[in-house]
C-alpha cells in the first residue's frame, strides 16, 4: 500500500515552453502533498506544500507563478513549470501524506527535467 | 532556525561490519516523528524507519535501529551486517511548523565494500 506515482519520469523541453508534472496518490487518499526540488549530490529541499482544493503554501525563495501547483482532488496534485530555462532543471519529486500531521510521507519515483 | 545535519558526508563499511550513520537537529516541536530515508541510485526513497519523539524505546527494523536521544536532539541510525544492497544515500528527516512539514539533512553516502 501507500503508493505515489509521479508522470513522467523523464522530460526534456526547450526553453521557454511549460512542463507538467503529475503526482498521484495510488491507493490512498493524500490530504497533503508536498514537491520538492533536487539538485544533483544535494539533499531534497520542499518547493510548496498542497492542499486539495486550498492554494498551495510556497518555501521562500520558490517564484509561484514560475511553479504553478494545483491539488484538485485527493489523489492528484500537478506541478506546472512555465516558460522553463536551463536553470530549471533538476530533479522534482513529490511525496503525500494521509493525515494532517506528518507520521510518514510516501515518495513518487521522481521526474527529471532537462531544458535546453 | 530549522536545522537538520549530517556531520558524515560519505561512510564506508565491509560487507556483513556494522554501521553508523549520525543525525542532529533542532526543533521547538514537542511531538513529532523522525525518519531515515534511503534513496538508491534509482533516486526512489524509502522509508528506513521511523521514531516517534514521544516514545523512549528506540526503534528497530530487522537489521535497522536509531539510537535516539531527545535531550541531545540526536537521532542515529545503525545498520547491522550491511549488505551490498544497503549501498544508497541516506537522508535523516525532522519535522518543522507544527509538523506540516519536513526538513532534510544533506545525506550520507554510504559505500558497502565487498
Known amino acids: 500500500g501507500a503508493v505515489v506515482s509521479q508522470h513522467p519520469s523523464w522530460v526534456i523541453c526547450k526553453s521557454g515552453t511549460s512542463v507538467k508534472i503529475e503526482c498521484r496518490s495510488l491507493?490512498?487518499?493524500?490530504?497533503?502533498m508536498f514537491w520538492y526540488r533536487q539538485f544533483p549530490k544535494q539533499s531534497l529541499m520542499l518547493m510548496a506544500t498542497?492542499?486539495?482544493?486550498?492554494?498551495?503554501?510556497?518555501e521562500q525563495g520558490v517564484e509561484k507563478d514560475k511553479f504553478l501547483i494545483n491539488h484538485a482532488s485527493l489523489t492528484l496534485s500537478t506541478l506546472t513549470v512555465t516558460s522553463a530555462h536551463p536553470e530549471d532543471s533538476s530533479f522534482y519529486i513529490c511525496?503525500?501524506?494521509?493525515?494532517?500531521?506528518?507520521?510518514?510521507?510516501?515518495f513518487g519515483p521522481g521526474t527529471r527535467l532537462l531544458v535546453l | 532556525a530549522q536545522t537538520v545535519t549530517q556531520s558524515q558526508p560519505e561512510m564506508s563499511v565491509q560487507e556483513a561490519e556494522t554501521v553508523t550513520l549520525s543525525c542532529t537537529y533542532d526543533?521547538?516541536?514537542?511531538?513529532?516523528?523522525l525518519f531515515w530515508y534511503k534513496q538508491p541510485p534509482s533516486r526512489q526513497m524509502i522509508l528506513v524507519i521511523r521514531?516517534?519523539?514521544?516514545?523512549?524505546q528506540n526503534a528497530t527494523e530487522n537489521r535497522f535501529s536509531v539510537n535516539f536521544q531527545k535531550a541531545a536532539k540526536s537521532f542515529s541510525l545503525k545498520i547491522s551486517d550491511s549488505q551490498l544492497g544497503d549501498a544508497a544515500m541516506y537522508f535523516c528527516?525532522?519535522?518543522?511548523?507544527?509538523?506540516?512539514?519536513?526538513?532534510f539533512g544533506q545525506g550520507t553516502r554510504l559505500t558497502i565494500n565487498p
Open positions: 511525496s503525500a501524506t494521509q493525515g494532517a500531521q506528518i507520521e510518514t510521507q510516501y
Open positions: 491507493d490512498f487518499q493524500a490530504t497533503t
Open positions: 498542497s492542499n486539495e482544493g486550498s492554494k498551495a503554501t510556497y
Open positions: 526543533t521547538s516541536e514537542s511531538d513529532y516523528y
Open positions: 521514531q516517534e519523539a514521544y516514545k523512549q
Open positions: 528527516a525532522v519535522p518543522f511548523q507544527g509538523a506540516q512539514k519536513l526538513v
